[in-house]
């Protein structure tokens, strides 16, 4: 499949939106199901974009998936260190997948971190459920951080994050 990366436009934050709240809920991804409050943070776009750069996946005008990317040190940033870039919110529509979007959009990632006056690596969370992802980041060269995995909901002891970081 024929596909371009580029930043997405406001005009396509909607659909982003609901690409990535999917394909959470679909995957079984949020505890709470639709009343999961990150569901609200997946759909919220705009908001991402206005503190970090959101790429898509775009195939003849339609939006296949999507990635936020947040630079060394910015406001979207959970885990990441002093010269360290972050991806976030990875999600490819589920008829997309298995086509290389998700692949082309981590790889953008990398390559903007690359771009980072004193950009040493890029690290990124991500559930244990979430083992297609996890053979995606160890293909590309990413490795498992067990030692910075995280709990985003304290109060629940049973959710954590695993991370995985890829040295530039």
Not at 61 to 88: H, K, N, Q, Y
């Amino acid at each position: 499949m024929d596909f371009v990366i580029r930043r997405a436009t406001a005009e396509e934050y909607d659909t982003l939106g609901e690409i990535t709240a999917q394909a959470y809920l679909r995957d079984g991804l949020l505890d709470f199901g639709e009343s999961d409050s990150y569901l609200d943070e997946l759909r919220d776009v705009a908001k991402r974009a206005a503190a970090a750069e959101v790429l898509v996946a775009a195939a003849d005008g339609r939006v296949l998936g999507g990635v936020t990317f947040v630079p060394s040190g910015g406001p979207m940033a959970d885990i990441s260190r002093p010269g360290e870039a972050e991806i976030r919110m990875l999600a490819v529509a589920r008829e997309a997948r298995g086509r290389g979007a998700g692949e082309a959009l981590v790889r953008a990632c990398v390559d903007r971190a690359r771009a980072v006056a004193g950009c040493t690596g890029v690290v990124l969370s991500t559930q244990a459920a979430m083992r297609t992802a996890h053979r995606l980041y160890e293909r590309l060269g990413f490795v498992r951080t067990p030692g910075r995995d995280w709990n985003p909901l304290p109060e629940l002891d049973d959710i954590m994050l695993l991370t995985y970081r890829l040295t530039l």
